[in-house]
């Protein structure tokens, strides 16, 4: 779209006008010209009618018309808010929107109704163009910067006024910059008979409408009055506005759009000033122009305008070495034009003074408006080439600094372009030589200086001499030099946000360099004070007092008052000022750059006029050139040039200095020494030309030559001058103090650095006047006494002692008081204005007011701090001293409590940010364990993560140990935690740890190499431990898995404030967390000495040592800091091979100490001693507090970063949520006192449990396939169609199952997110799996060939059943013809039936003997007579029925008889007993609380089914219940196992059977009763355990004999066929042919084999859809157990319980039956039907297809009825069963069509009867789906804990080398422990019992040998298999169980929940739903 744009103005003289350059301009000045013509001709050419021109416009004189406009106006908005035409005296055109003309007049209308000279510019409508054009652009342009504008005046159609408002300002912005909002006058206009009174409501309703600057008028716009109004509006609208008028740029792209057209590549690269970026240059400009053009004009009428400029253009095109200056030419030319116009203009008149004045004042304006232009093109350009062009408004942040990116190079030359962020890079790693970068230069400029002319060999001698002193420029000389390396800083330092620059002069200040004070802006030379930057620098020195004791003096350095040595120059000097003042700092270190230093170069255009600050700090030592701190400033350029910043330096400079040359009279600077001179300031002169000695001219006066004298001459004597005059009282100057000097910006008055200081402010008046020690106590109470008293009790919860879950009962309610407290108490005024302000702050202001609150805060504690820590070392010398003298007497113990306190003292005092957040974290906790909701009107304390999370994110490191209370808060970070993955995402990090003892340089290394900012500051050492995140660059993460690394800073080992054993026990500690935790841990080693590094070696490799154990691999990478010559090869290698051989010592010791086995480092982790040692230089180069740091340092860390990321490459990292878990888990085994033995991952626990949830999938494919085989191959063994199973074929059967098995086991742990973890296992799984198939192969053949042989053992019955079937159709048929005449008579032909049925019978099986039915109690009486046991104690036994329940029952003692020895041994316990009791019922409890300092061993004891109520019988023996329960148990399981081994389904039964189970349990009997000395089983027992496993025995042997019978009797196999029989009597009976009644007999075997044939894929598709969908088998063997343990809750039912905790595999079982009943019946009900009846019908389809083919083939071959129902067998031989017995009497059949008919008239029916299937009757068949799941599901490990009973949860029956494992144990009392000799039921659980100090006793009682619970696995095989993790006990179910079954388990157990088994009143409290939830924390541990 092309809109044009036109200017209400007049046209420029036309072609053919008079030229005034020819001297007919004076027709011009005496009458009008012809302009005005123009305007009436294109007023006719262009509107609907000629413009009628009043006599005023007229009488217009043509320089009035030239000149520049009073008023410029520019009309905006919609083109339907003004109606043009001739009459409108505003727009006088027909046109809205017409070609830019090319320059700007006045309007004639607007002119001749008030006199104004007014340019209107139309652009109205032109928000709706998609582009404007580019001369468009250009006109604006111009007229911007020629002459301003004064209004927008942005026009709105009534109605539609406030959408086009929004808009409309919307796109003037975007245009013309944000500056242009300002110069806005709003004009709502309507037709004439519209009111629009509302107009300025409306928009003051959507917008902060100023009401002054809105106007109302007709469209039309010929109402004088209301133009006039608008006008006046205009006018007060200017006046207000400062600056005046509105000279701002048009956007930079459209800039840059002219100036491709005009110029050419190069020109642009450096002189784009019209398409400048920077808006306050321009504005200077427009100033200067407007009163510099309006002079011009004015004095110039004769000159072209077109010819200014191009002037103007040319001047812009110049290069930036050209002196030559073209305004200022065109003006003198301009000058000469006026002075000698026709020779008639006289210089004496008045009239041509003030012209000629006005001349110069224009010349001078116009030098001023070049100088501008110049310098902003300067800049732009040095800008360009350093490509931060965009960053001067865009501003870097530390964001984009703090992130990982591509490696700097360190001796390479950097490109320009790459040249600022090298320079930051460097600084950032604290390397000095930041400054000295070399620029490698750019090919192009290389090809230019590579040309060297020639000379003729005529006369070479004379023209080699004139080439050697040729002066002219050769072609390098004029080639581009490279940036000087100040300008680098400084352009950084310009386009740097205020965070990026206070990083970047701490950076700075680190390196020892001078720091920007004052800086004029790069643009308008306005002077900033950048305070804030300074901020938080802080310095420290040494101050020798009188008495010549050296005390340190550290201070926040814009705090500090000091004296100031002031130092600037006036005029050019040929010596150095900067490098002179370097010799007085620091004469080995280039404090302030000069111009000797490498890369100076003599164009520099960011330097001059800065004024730079830096500090000598002392030493304390005689050498130091000044005894305390000293500023000095240094004032770089001219100071004649600088004037705003040397009187400020001056006015707060103690002592001035300035180098000048020799002045003579009158010289411009002789004014500011006669100044400085009066100035009461002493002043000291330094005279470069002067020869002269120093001399005291006057008091505090002096002048000291430099000429011909050495610098160090000069510097000893200036110090001593310096020395001399600052032992005089003087002015002492504070950096803060320049907050309130006049006349220049202070960076910390922006309101968002004042909003973010008074929000911090406001916190630090809270802390006013108080005693630093208490504050803390005060204000953050959560983290002091409470916080350290929760932690001490936490931990004691791992190491109870006496009534152990009594105690942790206890020690939980002090827990949960504290955490009251803490919410009690977390209400201060700090915490809440600190939450308020993070909560409600924008992000800037927020991390303005975090700084703040650091500085204030460091500020505030400083003074006492640093008093407190001097005499805290005072007092450790005294300690040190008195240790050295082996003093032991109490004087050392005095001070060393002395000691202790002063470190209590200094712990308070340390106040700062971190304490602040660690509050924070405590009241978080606090309110989250109490889950206590938000008070009305408190901010919510659910969203103190979120807040933290923000700010991790952005950079600041958080807290993950508290060092001072030793303890991670793990809710805090788990939460915060958290709400970061919530914000990110689960991103990976790379988790870099460091390790090293205190004050070795750890956290200074990190901040050097990753640019971060932990406390590194003298008196802050890092406490505890601290985490940040830093983002992997996008450039970087092509190569990289990681999305950050995780930074880990901690504190130092061997901290002085900790002693002994302490100190040992918490670096352990940290050592194990922070390598754990680290993919890669930095071993910090400082120095070379062999004390230190042992130590720290001891810890870091025992720590290692851990991990190996507890299979976590980290890697590492040792540090040596501060070796003294790292550059020597041989000694660094011989300095790694005395660390390889020390670390593999220390693996030795750990090894041993940690029970591992590890011969070296090499063992215990992945480590080459060649490429992970780092070998680093010392960091100062010097000695501080004025050393820099080494060069050599920042190398090393570049280095180490290297091998960082070169590692960090190869690593997967972890995810955030992976981090998390590390941490709980890491920290959780910390807290037990073994920590090996207590860590548990719990992520690999998770990924297994995955894997186990796999495996289950992978399996049950296998086993549902394998289902399916083995029903086809068993209904072919049926039908006779197979007699052998060979392994070959079901292997083959099975390939594609394993396949897809193998396939996705393949895919799962090669793609799975957790696949480096799964890799362990992947071996033992897929060895798994391939014995899963191996297994069920086997077991499928196995039990097919029983199959096959119960098949040929019934061969003789099924070769006589065809007989039998034969005959029968025979005598029916026989017998049918004779009673055919009765068919109708049913009853007749019944009872006739009867009657011969029997008679055939008979006749069939005579001479076959039939089968008896067994009676197995009549052999059970005869078979135990035999063993000898009498009649009468069999018949009590069996009749009191007891017997049936020894294998449940709690007591044993009945059973058995106690020896001599043990009668007396119990009689006299049993007094003691009593004793106990009694005095148990007297002291109420007291004797209880005894027993804890009396024993702490378990034992084992009896159980019994009475307790009396006072007094005990004996204690029977926990040990022996349990050997005589298992060998209950083992019997029984042996019975069972002979049973099944007898062929009673295929021989029959045989009373040897029962024989020889009776026999096998006398004998286990015997040899049990045979191992024991203290007690004999009585008769009685032998007799219930034999009856108890006759009993179980009759079903197995009942149910097998019936099979037997059932298959191998022939009268009972006729008597089964006898009313299929009758069934085809009826049929003959009845006339039918033998089709019908062949197919009636099909159809009688088909309705029992097509039912079985569905019921049994019912079963197999049920039993998948549960095992797929239904949730208690969908999962693992956990999953399935907490399924169990529920439903056990729900029903309430104790007999239930005990089965599972007896017999669990049992009552699985059950629980399996049980749960698909009701899935089946009830729940899925529908589902199941569903089922059913789609199989009903597949089947259907089965057998209609088998009939099609089979008459087909028939019909096909011409078969008979032979082959006919061989072909239809066959069709369904691997479906359903189908035998035909009976062919020989239907060979009559020849229409197979009519039988295929009858067969389905039947077929149809049957299928009708299968679709009312019940599923009740699935049970009769032979696969039931709670069959197919038991053997699915239960295939598992059943190994219970030999403590508690728990069962192993373990997916896999045998998972070796896995321990055994349960998530939650039990107490052991629920399986009979107790405390022995006693009744006391033990409370305790295993997992607590772990780790106290309690022992128990694993063997019989007859050993008193007894183990300690933390060495359980020492106990026998039974325990050392098992992995008890201690834990809390947290599990709330089997504590409900206790207190709901008390009485019914001191029943079962015979023993009483007393003493130190009382249960807890806590316990008592958890309800049923309570104890249900807790089983998903099992499952989601």
Not at 1035 to 1054: P, W
Not at 1322 to 1329: D, L, P, Q, V
Request: hydrophobic share 35%; glycine share 4%; aromatic share 8%.
């Amino acid at each position: 779209m092309e809109v044009e744009m036109e200017t209400e103005s007049m046209k420029p003289l036309a072609s053919g006008d008079p030229d005034p350059s020819t001297g007919e301009g004076d027709q011009a000045k005496e009458g009008p010209d012809e302009s005005s013509s123009d305007i009436t001709d294109r007023s006719t050419e262009e509107g609907d009618t000629p413009m009628d021109i009043s006599p005023a416009s007229q009488r217009i004189s043509p320089i009035i018309k030239q000149q520049m406009p009073e008023l410029t106006v520019v009309l905006i908005g919609d083109t339907n808010s003004v109606e043009t035409g001739s009459k409108n005296l505003l727009l006088a055109h027909d046109e809205q929107t017409a070609a830019v003309d090319e320059f700007t007049q006045f309007s004639s209308k607007l002119y001749d109704l008030c006199g104004r000279h007014i340019s209107v510019i139309n652009m109205l409508g032109l928000q709706h163009a998609e582009q404007l054009e580019q001369e468009s652009l250009s006109h604006i342009d111009q007229i911007v910067h020629e002459q301003g504008i004064q209004a927008f005046l942005l026009l709105l159609p009534n109605g539609q006024h406030v959408s086009h408002y929004t808009s409309g300002l919307q796109w003037l912005e975007k245009i013309f910059g944000k500056g242009s909002l300002a110069f806005v006058m709003t004009v709502v206009t309507h037709e004439s008979d519209e009111k629009c009174e509302s107009a300025l409501t409306d928009l003051k309703a959507s917008s902060d409408i100023d009401e002054k600057r809105f106007h109302t008028c007709t469209k039309s716009m010929r109402d004088e009055t209301e133009i006039i109004a608008l006008l006046e509006k205009i006018d007060v609208m200017v006046s207000e506005n400062e600056p005046h008028c509105y000279s701002g740029p048009m956007c930079v792209e459209e800039k840059e759009q002219k100036q491709n057209l005009k110029l050419d590549h190069e020109s642009q690269e450096e002189e784009r000033t019209s398409g400048s970026v920077f808006q306050q240059t321009t504005e200077i400009v427009g100033e200067l122009e407007e009163g510099a053009a309006e002079t011009k004009i004015k004095c110039d009428p004769l000159s072209e305008p077109g010819d200014v400029r191009h002037s103007e253009t040319n001047d812009m095109a110049e290069k930036n070495d050209n002196t030559t200056v073209a305004g200022e030419s065109e003006i003198k030319s301009a000058i000469a034009s006026a002075t000698n116009e026709k020779g008639t203009i006289d210089e004496d008149t008045d009239e041509n003074k003030d012209k000629v004045g006005k001349i110069e004042k224009s010349v001078k304006n116009s030098e001023e408006i070049h100088r501008v232009q110049q310098r902003q093109r300067e800049i732009e350009a040095l800008l360009s080439r350093l490509h931060l062009k965009d960053n001067y408004q865009q501003k870097l942040t530390p964001a984009d600094f703090l992130e990982i990116g591509p490696l700097v190079k360190q001796h390479h030359e950097t490109s320009e372009k790459d040249l600022a962020y090298t320079f930051l890079q460097r600084l950032m790693m604290l390397d000095y030589r930041a400054r000295y970068i070399p620029v490698k230069e750019d090919s192009t400029e290389g090809s230019h200086s590579k040309h060297v002319p020639t000379f003729d060999d005529v006369d070479t001698e004379e023209r080699n001499f004139d080439a050697l002193f040729d002066t002219s420029p050769d072609t390098d000389q004029r080639k581009q030099t490279h940036v000087h390396p100040m300008d680098v800083q400084m352009a950084v330092f310009h386009c740097s946000d205020s965070f990026l620059r206070q990083n970047m002069i701490t950076k700075l200040s680190q390196c020892q360099y001078a720091l920007p004070l004052l800086v004029p802006d790069p643009l308008t030379m306005d002077i900033e004070c950048p305070l804030w930057t300074l901020r938080q620098i802080r310095k420290s020195w040494k101050l020798t007092d009188n008495s010549n004791v050296v005390k340190t003096k550290s201070m926040l350095i814009c705090k500090a008052e000091t004296p100031m040595v002031s130092f600037f120059r006036l005029g050019s000097v040929s010596l150095s000022k900067s490098q002179l003042m370097n010799t007085l700092i620091n004469d080995r270190h280039s404090t302030f750059f000069h111009r000797n230093c490498p890369g100076s170069t003599k164009s520099r255009y960011l330097m001059d006029g800065v004024a730079e600050i830096a500090w000598y700090c002392p030493a304390g030592k005689p050498n130091d050139a000044f005894t305390d701190c000293i500023t000095f400033c240094n004032l770089h350029g001219d100071a004649l040039s600088s004037e705003k910043q040397r009187d400020i330096l001056i006015e707060k400079a103690s002592v001035n200095v300035v180098l000048l040359p020799t002045l003579e009279k009158g010289h411009k600077s002789m004014r500011i020494i006669s100044a400085l001179l009066n100035n009461p300031k002493p002043l000291i002169c330094l005279i470069v030309d002067n020869e002269s000695v120093a001399v005291e001219m006057k008091p505090g006066k002096y002048k000291m030559g430099l000429k011909d004298r050495s610098q160090s001459d000069v510097s000893e004597e200036l110090k001593g001058i310096i020395r001399k005059l600052l032992s005089r009282p003087y002015s002492a100057f504070q950096l803060e103090t320049m907050a309130s000097v006049s006349g220049i910006r202070v960076d910390e008055d922006d309101r968002v650095c004042q909003t973010g200081k008074s929000a911090a402010s406001h916190i630090l008046d809270l802390l006013q006047e108080m005693d630093l020690s208490v504050i803390k106590d005060k204000f953050l109470p959560c983290q002091g006494q409470l916080w350290h008293e929760w932690c001490r009790k936490n931990k004691e919860l791992y190491c109870l002692k006496g009534q152990i879950e009594k105690e942790k009962c206890k020690k939980q309610q002090e827990l949960k008081q504290i955490r009251q407290k803490q919410c009690g108490a977390s209400s201060s005024e700090l915490m809440q204005l600190f939450i308020e302000n993070l909560r409600s702050l924008p992000p800037n202001e927020k991390m303005y007011f975090l700084k703040w609150i650091g500085i204030l805060l460091d500020d505030f504690s400083t003074d006492d701090l640093s008093v407190i820590l001097h005499k805290y070392d005072e007092k450790w010398s005294e300690v040190l001293a008195l240790k050295k003298k082996h003093d032991k007497s109490d004087q050392l113990k005095i001070k060393q409590i002395e000691l202790e306190e002063m470190s209590t003292k200094l712990q308070s005092a340390t106040f700062g940010l971190e304490h602040i957040f660690r509050e924070m974290g405590q009241i978080y906790e606090a309110h989250a364990s109490l889950l206590i909701e938000p008070k009305t009107g408190k901010i919510n304390w659910s969203k103190y993560p979120e807040l933290a999370a923000e700010l991790m994110i952005s950079g600041h490191p958080m807290e993950l140990m508290d060092g001072d209370a030793g303890h991670v808060p793990l809710t805090w970070i788990t939460s915060l935690l958290d709400e970061v993955i919530k914000k990110l995402g689960d991103q990976r990090v790379f988790v870099l740890s460091v390790l090293g003892i205190q004050s070795s340089g750890k956290s200074t290394m990190l901040n050097a190499m990753f640019g971060l900012q932990f406390a590194v500051s003298a008196g802050r050492c890092t406490k505890g431990a601290f985490m940040q995140l830093v983002k992997v660059s996008k450039e970087m993460q092509k190569d990289f898995k990681c999305d950050y690394v995780l930074v880990v800073d901690t504190e130092g080992l061997r901290a002085l404030e900790l002693a002994g054993s302490t100190t040992l026990h918490h670096d352990n500690e940290l050592a194990t967390f922070v390598i754990g935790l680290g993919n890669m841990t930095l071993i910090n080693i400082f120095g070379e000495n062999p004390a230190d590094m042992q130590d720290v070696l001891q810890i870091a490799v025992q720590a290692f040592m851990r991990m190996k154990m507890v299979k976590l691999s980290p890697s590492c990478v040792f540090v040596h800091q501060n070796v003294t010559d790292i550059a020597a090869g041989e000694k660094n290698m011989e300095g790694k091979r005395r660390l390889q051989e020390k670390l593999d010592k220390m693996a030795k010791l750990a090894a041993k100490e940690e029970v591992c086995d590890a011969e070296c480092f090499s063992d215990v982790i992945a480590f080459d001693v060649q490429k992970d040692v780092k070998y680093f230089a010392q960091l100062w180069e010097g000695s501080p507090p004025m050393a820099p740091p080494n060069p050599g340092y920042s190398e090393s860390i570049q280095e180490l970063k290297h091998i960082i990321l070169s590692k960090a490459s190869k690593s997967k990292g972890m995810a955030l949520s992976e981090f998390k878990s590390s941490i709980r888990d890491l920290w959780n085994a910390l807290l037990n006192e073994h920590f090996v033995f207590s860590f548990k991952n719990t992520l690999e626990i998770a990924v297994y449990r995955k894997l186990e949830v796999q495996y289950g999938k992978w399996t049950w494919a296998l086993r549902s396939a394998m289902l399916t085989i083995e029903n086809q191959l068993h209904n072919r063994i049926e039908n006779g169609k197979l007699d052998k199973v060979e392994h070959s074929y079901l292997v083959k059967e099975m390939n594609n199952s394993c396949e897809e098995v193998e396939t996705a086991m393949r895919t799962y742990f090669d793609d799975d997110g957790d696949k480096e973890m799964l890799v362990q296992w992947r071996g033992r799984f897929e060895s798994k799996i391939k014995e899963f198939h191996d297994e069920q192969v086997k077991g499928v053949k196995r039990k097919l060939e029983e199959v096959i042989q119960q098949k040929n053992a019934c061969k003789k019955l099924d070769d006589k059943k065809t007989e039998f079937e034969n005959k029968l159709l025979q005598k029916s048929k026989e017998l049918a013809h004779k009673l055919k005449d009765k068919a109708k008579d049913e009853k007749e032909l019944e009872k006739q039936f009867n009657s011969v049925w029997n008679v055939w019978v008979t006749e069939l099986t005579e001479g076959t003997p039939a089968i008896k039915d067994i009676n197995i109690q009549e052999d059970e009486f005869c078979i135990l007579e035999d063993l000898g046991i009498e009649w009468s104690l069999i018949n009590d036994r069996k009749s009191c029925g007891r017997y049936k329940n020894i294998s449940k029952i709690g007591d044993y003692l009945d059973y058995v008889t106690l020896t001599k020895h043990q009668d007396l041994r119990n009689k006299s316990q049993q007094s003691q007993d009593i004793e106990k009791e009694n005095k148990d019922t007297r002291e109420q409890g007291k004797a209880a609380r005894a027993w804890g300092t009396f024993t702490k061993i378990f034992g084992f004891g009896s159980t019994k089914p009475e307790i009396e109520h006072h007094g005990s019988r004996s204690a029977f023996p926990h040990a022996e219940q349990q050997l005589i329960r298992s060998l209950i148990d083992s019997v029984e399981k042996q019975s069972i196992a002979i049973i099944k081994s007898k062929p009673v389904a295929t021989r029959g039964y045989s009373t040897t059977y029962l024989h020889e189970v009776a026999n096998n349990v006398k004998e286990k009997v015997k040899e049990f009763e045979s191992k024991s000395k203290t007690y004999a089983l009585k008769n009685e027992f032998s007799v219930d355990l034999l009856l108890y496993v006759c009993d179980m025995a009759e079903n197995q042997l009942v149910e097998s004999h019936n099979k037997f019978k059932r298959n191998n009797d022939a009268l009972t196999y006729l008597e089964s066929k006898k009313m299929q029989y009758y069934s085809i009597f009826g049929s003959l009976c009845k006339g039918n042919s033998s089709a019908v009644v062949l197919g009636e007999l099909i159809c009688s075997k088909l309705k029992v084999s097509t039912v079985q044939a569905v019921y049994h894929k019912t079963a197999i598709e049920l039993a998948g859809e549960m095992k797929c969908s239904f949730p208690p088998f969908s999962g693992n063997k956990l999953n399935l157990e907490k399924h169990v343990l529920q439903s056990l809750a729900e029903q309430e039912d104790f007999d239930s319980y005990m089965n599972y905790i007896r017999h669990p595999r049992k009552q699985v079982e059950s629980f399996i039956k049980e749960a698909v009943k009701k899935y089946i019946f009830t729940e899925h009900n529908d589902k199941a039907l569903g089922i059913l009846k789609k199989n009903a019908k597949v089947i259907g389809q089965l057998v209609s297809q088998a009939l099609y083919t089979a008459t087909e083939e028939v019909k096909t071959q011409g078969g008979d009825t032979d082959m006919w129902l061989e072909e239809f067998s066959s069709s369904l031989e691997a479906e359903l069963t189908f035998v035909t017995n009976c062919c020989e009497n239907f060979g009559d059949i020849n229409n197979f069509d009519f039988l295929k008919e009858e067969i389905e008239k039947g077929l149809s029916s049957i299928i009708e009867e299968m679709s009312r299937l019940s599923l009740r009757n699935m049970e009769e068949f032979r696969v039931r789906p709670d069959k197919i799941l038991i053997d699915q599901l239960c295939k598992c490990c059943w190994v219970q804990c030999p403590f508690c009973k728990a069962i192993c949860t373990n997916t896999m029956e045998d998972h070796s080398p896995d321990d055994h494992s349960v998530p939650f144990h039990r107490p052991s009392g629920i399986s009979g422990w107790h405390f022995k000799d006693t009744v006391e039921l033990c409370i305790d659980f295993c997992t607590t019992s772990v780790a106290s100090d309690g022992s128990f006793y694993p063997h019989r009682h007859d050993s008193e040998k007894s183990i300690p619970f933390k060495m359980y696995r020492t106990g026998g095989p039974k325990y050392a298999n098992w992995r008890i993790t201690p834990d809390e006990s947290k599990l709330t179910y089997w504590k409900w169980f206790i207190c709901r079954f008390q009485n019914e388990l001191e029943e079962y157990n015979g023993k009483k929940f007393q003493g130190r088994g009382e249960i807890p009143s806590e316990w008592k409290t958890h309800r049923k739903e309570e104890a249900i939830k807790s089983l998903d924390n099992m499952y989601n541990l």
